[in-house]
């Protein structure tokens, strides 16, 4: 049985994940730790409360402390892991997925999402059928604590902006209702709000922060004649852009123009990308003097490659950016506010500091695919794609089916966090593009349906 996919634990609420699981989780991490203090958080999300109690009674029963937090950011619950000296923490969130799933995200003492042999330790203790109870007399507490003003002062102390920023920040309806405003109105920045109630139903927009979510965040740009629009997922651990004119900034324009930015400002560096990251970005990240670390997809693996390789910085078109300068977890509200510094400091527009990023043509979509299929489907399409192309062309499968044509890549994965399967491409012109997008996405069609028959 395979719990973790590229960010954790994830399904749909009482059918992949219940409260069960919840529990069994909880016992685990009692087993594997041996005592201590673990940290729980969780976002808005209508299962929240339900499964953060599960898990809280399984961590109890086998002798750990817990220290509840509350609703808050992925970041926030991060960062006050290590702050607190736990020995692990769980964030309960589906980060950007619809309010029908929900999952558990788990961090080592350090505030670094787990590896692969934490996440091993954890399945084989779940596996496991006897479990160890603490004795009665050896039970420990369980506290309900606000500690978010921890990671605020942690910010503060590190950054100071200069302008009277006038920002327009979509909440989304989730984590960061609280600490993203109390960070931006101690830095002086005045503030439309949008979607700030809390709301495990997300009645706003999807909690994913695109393009399509974003049109009233565009409009309130334009309208309110904002320098900047910011919205946040489910539990902030990405962010999105909007220009001043009202225009969305796209994900691998923004990663690429923040990259640069770093990388030029500390003279060079490496930065760590997942396989599919655009191009693009790897060409900002070079010219201004950096290398790039390729990495499998997830902000795990980036968290893994920042540490190992001690880079400068890392991220995920998504939006999902790790500053190892503060900690090591994606954080959509440090983000924001650095690119707000890092504005400052260029002596730009916000549509200047995201210019000069070359753009080619991309298409990204997620095919749906039941998970009990994903293996074999992988394995079929890792063996007929290449045969597909009519292009020479170069295999790496680093993470998925990664093909490279000589105008272009096209990278098949499954995905970590849900049902399906995604397919990226992008290339020099948007007849290869289309082509290429065509020929992947009819072959995992026409594979689906054969394992499904």
Not at 81 to 108: I, R
Not at 295 to 321: H, L, M, Q, Y
Request: net charge neutral; proline share 4%.
């Amino acid at each position: 049985m395979s719990l973790f996919g590229t960010s954790g634990i994830r399904g749909v609420v009482n059918v992949d994940l219940s409260p069960i699981l919840a529990l069994r989780i909880g016992m685990a991490l009692a087993r594997v730790f041996k005592g201590g203090v673990l940290t729980l958080g969780r976002d808005t999300r209508t299962s929240g409360a339900m499964l953060s109690a599960s898990l809280t009674g399984g961590a109890l029963a086998g002798g750990l402390e817990v220290k509840d937090l509350g609703v808050i950011p992925t970041p926030v619950l991060a960062y006050l892991t290590k702050s607190v000296s736990a020995v692990s923490g769980v964030m309960v969130t589906a980060s950007h997925n619809p309010p029908e799933f929900n999952g558990l995200k788990l961090f080592d003492r350090h505030g670094i999402a787990y590896d692969e042999d934490l996440q091993n330790q954890i399945e084989r203790a779940f596996t496991r059928e006897a479990h160890s109870y603490a004795n009665w007399n050896q039970l420990k507490d369980v506290s309900s604590v606000d500690l978010s003003s921890k990671y605020v002062e942690m910010i503060l102390r590190q950054v100071r902006l200069d302008r009277n920023w006038n920002l327009a920040v979509d909440i989304g309806s989730g984590a960061a209702y609280q600490v993203a405003f109390d960070l931006f109105r101690s830095l002086r920045c005045h503030v439309v709000s949008l979607n700030a109630q809390p709301d495990g139903f997300f009645p706003g927009r999807s909690p994913e922060p695109t393009a399509q979510s974003l049109t009233t965040l565009m409009v309130t740009v334009r309208t309110m004649k904002c320098d900047i629009g910011i919205a946040f997922d489910g539990d902030a651990d990405r962010v999105s852009f909007v220009d001043e004119s009202g225009r969305y900034i796209e994900g691998d324009v923004a990663l690429g123009a923040f990259a640069s930015w770093e990388t030029q400002k500390k003279g060079g560096g490496d930065v760590a990308l997942p396989v599919d990251a655009s191009l693009a970005v790897q060409e900002a990240v070079e010219k201004s003097g950096g290398r790039v670390i390729w990495t499998k997809v997830g902000d795990t693996s980036v968290a893994e490659a920042i540490t190992r390789k001690k880079a400068i910085f890392g991220g995920e078109p998504c939006g999902a950016w790790i500053h190892p300068d503060f900690h090591i977890c994606p954080d959509g509200i440090l983000s924001a506010i650095l690119v707000l510094k890092a504005i400052e400091e260029r002596n730009v527009t916000t549509d200047e500091f995201f210019s000069g990023i070359a753009t080619y043509p991309m298409k990204r979509t997620k095919i749906s695919c039941e998970n009990s299929i994903k293996a074999k489907v992988m394995r079929m399409v890792a063996s007929d794609l290449p045969k597909a192309l009519d292009e020479k062309s170069e295999v790496t499968e680093l993470d998925g089916v990664r093909i490279q044509v000589p105008s272009g890549w096209l990278l098949i994965r499954p995905s970590g966090t849900e049902p399906a399967i995604r397919l990226t491409v992008e290339a020099r012109s948007e007849q290869m593009a289309e082509y290429l997008f065509s020929t992947g996405h009819n072959l995992c069609m026409d594979r689906i349906r054969k394992c499904q028959s």
